[in-house]
């Protein structure tokens, strides 16, 4: 039997009292939890139901693929390609960093990346652009994306993402136009220019890319998914397609670039070519050489790359000679002289100067070219055998109240810019006393403005800078009887198949009032340069089928080699196309300047050439 | 033939009998719960296995199994335990030491030794023995309750095992041995001052391993275990697994509403929700059924220590009531806590909610517990019915 007090009286008050207390506690404690559950499911609900939402849903940001470029005849010029790119999010990285460098480490291992450089570049970025979603590495091999994504527990954070890249696939040829795109920056995003676009998207950063960026860029698709706590998607809830960039159809033509390209490529490499409609402003092909491939720009570059594409040594292919050069353009620049001389009524076309060989001016002795004298000559045979004493005189008479010669370079477009739809274009200079005398003020030059300043302007020597589209520029507005056109290269906006949208109107030319017989009497004095006898380019284009009308140029450069300048336009009479060529160092005009002319027209006018086009000719 | 049909008849009346003098509402309380368990392990583990009902063909097992246990102690007199106490409490430290000898680890911890079908807790079954021998000791000094060395007495026999379990490491099954303790102490009728003792013991005991010995270099408390802590007193702050795991439980239960999300409880179906089958089964609840749901579970628990109150103060000796309790204690202390913690009162200890968190250990040792709850119920009835005779 157990013990007696084990049989204990029913419920003694100490108990009854302890019991008491337990049930107090329980009470209590129920009391707190449904308090607590109240406040969390009923008061503050929809709040959770959010969070809920926040936990499970991701909007998943579908690029839109730009639109294409393709030239006058519909070739591709920039095309997209597929890729993948390797990004990491950051908020789903590992919190600790042991963590976090252990999967960089393996990341590192699988791209063959250094995992310190790598995160100190993810932390860099993420400083500059808070929220992003760093790229770790471009074009990545599609079995290291399935790799990554199979073994998502090992790479948390680290997630591929479909990229669309600019693809060039004629390489070198046109480089300079097309510009690169980039992520948007966020000085970019405040911009109205940019509205629509979001932080990570992709917009054109230079060029042709940056200047039609609107039509461009696409319009972003987004996928609503569900994902579960791995992140690993389990259902899409929503998609909107992403819709394609316009395609943006230029006036470029492929085969006459490319054959321009080439024929400069084949002078001395360093040299820029314009061709233009003279009377639309289309252009029809815009290089400079050396060029590069702008393929290399679709990824990220190193520094030692892209300081060797800047060097001097290998003649900045980046720089873009054609609208960015600034040279003295030889005797190129007479037509402009030519047509102040008429237009201020110093002289007409008949006005007879007289060209012993040379002019001496203050005490100074400007020569001809070759030391030749051409006797007494008016404008036309003037302009044909390229007097440089005929123009020495008019850059003397010019240089008078009004200063004409520098009114009409100005009118014509030189000193500013053509107005390309090109963004990094640049005006060159036009000297002008106040110039001259502006930096005499400032001790940046030895004297002030003179006459000869004036006299070597006269025939594109000196001080001059511009660049082979604004001498097209110049040429035709006196070709169009004075409209000063702005060169372009969009054409028309298109949907993918080709089809027009939006024809890209013709921006308006600037008018200059021009007499008839002052067009008429260059053009003919230009004509004759290329076909008559004694014309300085006559040796390279007598046997050409089109007629044209062409000047030479020889710009001089103290202790170098003098650069080569051609400016031509065809058809003569009525010409369609200007021509300007120049060679950095091609010696003179005639030499190769004009024979890379006479291969450009050949292009632009599909002329069967047989043999190799000798240059040669008289000294300009 | 009429004689042993008269018995036949005789002993189903006594059975039926006794068997109605079991407690009902207790058995409705539990019969709820299990209910609920096996839906609600069934519904949050579908997409966790190849085999949907694996989850739920396990816990209905356990549950049957623990049924049946249930009503078989619900027979049987439970004063004789009292004479086994020795035995009980060796069978004890031995379960657990046999952990520390071939126990299976599961994350970072052995808590479970490898049996047949399934792997076995003695922590969990533990937490029973302890109440039962315990019970037993105290019983044996009843007369000498205002002692100091009765109340260390007991403080050491319950002490042991809890520092044993705590080592596995399971903190949260220690925490209800301590908890068992203090129940059966305080319904002995144990002095207050012994109480103050205690407590400033037990404070001191705290400084040491949280504050003194990680100062001197000597780590008690595991990393994740002091995260846990961290995590519960700045949730903010700390973006850590607890951190995370607190508030995705928060992000399920709030999400849950008035009356729950049903099948569109994503926090769980999307396993944003961690141990939702286990630790934090509460949350499921109130994802899928909101403040309804939950209140329901809450109530079924309110319902069951109420009874186990009400069994403890008809008990029909010392050593039953001792028992009940303990058993009410036990229940009472991992209803708190568990709840507590998917609802961001309590830190991450790791305690199961007794009869809804999926586990066969858990699952059959509450029931044999309220199995010999009932045998208290059954028992005090009979005497009852015997003096009225």
Redo the contacts between chains.
């Keep these: 039997m157990?013990?007696d007090?084990?049989?204990?009286p029913?419920?003694t008050p100490?108990?009854?009292f302890?019991?008491a207390?337990?049930?107090g506690?329980?009470l209590v404690?129920?009391a707190?939890?449904?308090f607590?559950?109240?406040y969390?499911?009923?008061l503050?609900?929809?709040?959770?139901?959010a969070?809920?939402r926040e936990?499970?849903v991701r909007e998943i940001k579908i690029e839109a693929p730009r639109g294409e470029i393709v030239d006058r005849h519909g070739v591709a010029l920039v095309e997209n390609r597929n890729s993948l790119s390797i990004k990491v999010t950051p908020d789903k990285l590992p919190?600790?960093r042991a963590d976090r460098e252990e999967v960089y480490r393996r990341l590192g291992k699988l791209l063959g990346l250094n995992p310190r450089r790598m995160e100190r570049r993810v932390e860099r970025e993420l400083k500059a652009l808070p929220y992003s979603k760093p790229t770790i590495k471009q074009d990545v091999n599609p079995n290291v994306v399935a790799f990554v994504l199979e073994r998502q527990e090992e790479f948390p954070g680290v997630e591929p993402e479909r990229e669309s890249l600019r693809e060039y696939p004629h390489g070198l040829i046109g480089a300079h136009l097309f510009g690169q795109v980039g992520e948007v920056s966020p000085q970019e995003l405040k911009d109205t220019r940019f509205s629509g676009v979001s932080m990570g998207d992709r917009v054109g950063k230079a060029g042709i890319e940056a200047e039609y960026d609107r039509f461009l860029r696409g319009r972003n698709g987004a996928a609503r998914v569900?994902?579960?706590?791995?992140g690993k998607l389990?259902k899409t809830l929503r998609r909107v397609q992403p819709a394609q960039g316009k395609q943006l159809r230029l006036s470029l033509d492929l085969n006459v670039q490319r054959v321009g390209q080439q024929a400069l490529a084949g002078g001395t490499g360093r040299g820029a070519f314009a061709v233009m409609n003279v009377r639309n402003g289309e252009v029809v092909a815009l290089g400079s050489q050396p060029s590069f491939d702008p393929n290399i720009f679709t990824k990220p570059i190193s520094q030692k790359r892209l300081d060797a594409l800047n060097s001097d040594a290998l003649g900045k292919p980046l720089f873009d000679r054609a609208i960015q050069g600034g040279y003295p353009t030889g005797s190129t620049f007479k037509l402009i002289t030519a047509t102040a001389a008429l237009q201020s009524g110093l002289i007409t076309p008949a006005t007879p100067l007289s060209d012993p060989g040379s002019l001496t001016v203050g005490g100074v002795t400007f020569e001809n070219a070759g030391g030749v004298a051409h006797g007494v000559l008016s404008l036309i045979p003037a302009l044909t055998v390229s007097s440089d004493v005929f123009f020495y005189q008019l850059g003397r008479d010019l240089n008078e109240k009004g200063m004409p010669l520098q009114l009409w370079a100005h009118r014509l477009g030189i000193g500013r810019r053509t107005g390309i739809d090109l963004p990094a274009e640049t005006s060159g200079l036009l000297p002008t006393p106040r110039w001259r005398d502006n930096l005499f003020k400032k001790k940046l030059t030895d004297r002030p403005w003179s006459v000869g300043d004036n006299i070597n302007l006269s025939v594109g020597q000196g001080d001059l800078q511009a660049n082979p589209l604004q001498m097209a520029v110049a040429y035709a507005a006196i070709a169009n009887g004075g409209r000063v056109l702005r060169p372009r290269l969009g054409l028309r906006i298109e949907d993918a198949t080709g089809r027009a949208l939006q024809e890209l109107d013709a921006p308006t030319a600037r008018r200059v009032k021009l007499a008839p017989e002052t067009r008429n009497s260059i053009l003919e004095g230009l004509h004759g340069a290329a076909s008559a006898p004694g014309g300085t380019s006559t040796p390279v284009f007598q046997d050409f089928p089109i007629p044209i009308a062409g000047k030479t140029g020889t710009a001089e450069h103290v202790g170098k080699a003098d650069q080569s300048w051609y400016v031509a336009l065809a058809p003569y009479p009525n010409p369609r196309y200007v021509v300007a060529v120049t060679d950095e160092a091609g010696g003179f005009g005639a030499d190769t300047a004009a024979p890379m002319t006479r291969r450009i027209l050949a292009a632009l006018f599909d002329v069967k050439e047989t043999g190799l086009v000798q240059g040669g000719g008289a000294p300009d | 033939m009429a004689a042993s049909t008269a018995t036949a008849v005789k002993d189903f009346r006594e059975s039926s009998e006794r068997f109605l003098r079991i407690d009902p509402l207790m058995l409705l309380a539990t019969i709820g719960l299990i209910a609920a368990s096996i839906y609600i392990v069934g519904t949050a583990t579908q997409d966790d296995r190849a085999d949907a009902n694996y989850f739920l063909y396990r816990q209905a097992a356990y549950a049957g199994v623990g049924f049946v246990l249930m009503l078989l102690i619900s027979r049987f007199d439970y004063?004789r335990l009292?004479e086994w106490k020795l035995g009980i409490y060796a069978f004890l430290i031995g379960s657990i030491l046999l952990v520390y000898a071939m126990g299976v680890s599961a994350r970072g911890s052995k808590r479970a030794i490898s049996v047949p079908f399934f792997s076995f807790q003695p922590s969990e079954l533990g937490k029973l023995l302890l109440i039962v021998a315990l019970a037993g000791f105290m019983?044996d000094r009843?007369?000498r309750l205002g002692d100091r060395e009765t109340t260390s007495r007991m403080v050491l026999l319950a002490v042991v095992p809890a520092m044993l379990v705590i080592g596995q490491p399971d903190l949260g099954s220690g925490l209800v041995y301590i908890a068992i303790l203090v129940?059966i102490l305080?319904?002995a009728?144990t002095p207050w001052t012994h109480f103050a003792a205690l407590t400033g013991l037990a404070a001191a005991a705290i400084v040491v391993v949280v504050i003194a010995a990680p100062a001197a270099g000597v780590e008690v408390l595991k990393p994740y275990q002091k995260d846990r802590l961290t995590a519960f007193l700045s949730p903010g702050e700390n973006?850590?697994k607890e951190a995370y795991q607190i508030n995705?439980s928060?992000?399920?239960?709030?999400?849950?509403?008035?009356t729950g999300?049903g099948d569109e409880a994503?926090?769980t179906k999307?396993?944003?929700l961690?141990e939702h089958h286990t630790d934090f089964v509460f949350s499921v609840v109130?994802e899928e059924f909101?403040?309804v749901g939950?209140?329901l579970v809450?109530s079924l628990f309110?319902l069951l220590?109420?009874r186990a109150?009400r069994t403890?103060?008809?008990a029909?000796?010392?050593?039953g009531?001792l028992v009940a309790?303990g058993i009410?204690?036990m229940l009472?202390f991992q209803v708190?806590v568990n709840?507590?913690m998917t609802?961001?009162?309590m830190p991450i200890t790791g305690i199961p909610l007794p009869l809804v968190s999926y586990g066969g250990s858990s699952v059959i040792t509450t029931l044999m517990a309220i199995g010999l709850l009932q045998s208290i119920h059954a028992q005090a009835r009979e005497t009852a019915a015997v003096k009225r005779l």
């Design positions: 157990y013990l007090n084990e049989r204990r029913t419920l100490q108990l009854a302890r019991v207390v337990i049930g506690v329980a404690m129920f707190i939890i449904f607590r559950l109240w969390l499911q009923v503050s609900g929809d709040n959770y139901v969070a809920a936990n499970r919190a600790k569900e994902v579960d706590a791995l389990t | 004063s009292r019983v009843i007369r129940a305080f319904i009728g973006q850590g995705q928060l992000t399920a239960i709030g999400s849950g509403g008035k999300r994503t926090q999307l396993d944003f961690p109130g909101g403040f939950a209140a809450l309110a220590i109420w109150l403890l103060t008809i029909k000796n010392f050593y009531a309790g009410t204690a009472m708190f709840v507590g609802i961001g009162i």
